[in-house]
């Protein structure tokens, strides 16, 4: 399992070292810790002229970048899905890179059941 996880990271890392320009990047849960240290390494890449960020409160996703595009998103809630999904409709005909590193906890407060359990 660690093997394929490794895989796409460098699959990952060496698309950003690639020679795309102007394209569009997606990072889910991009608000603190691993999101936020890859929408870092995205703008220092160059290669995106949009980054849309998203994070259940978009007001946690702090950047001056331009680049930098905040989106609130629930995805617990089809209709915030709905509505994150038109935004970048809206700004962009094609997302060329999209990483999730947004989790959900499975709890009776949300609902969510594990698949499976330890």
Known sequence: MWGSVLSGWVSVLNYLNGDHVNQSALI???????GR???????ES?????????ARDASRI????PRVVPIALDLTDDASIA????????????????ITTAGLLQDDATGLKPEKKL
């Open 28 to 34: 889910q849960g991009g608000a603190g810790g691993l």
């Open 46 to 54: 160059g290669r995106f002229d949009r980054v849309f960020v998203t």
């Open 37 to 43: 240290a890859l929408v870092d390494r995205i703008l």
């Open 83 to 98: 509505e994150a999904a038109e935004t970048i409709r809206a700004l962009t005909d094609h997302v060329h890179l999209a």
């Open 62 to 65: 702090v950047s001056e970048d």
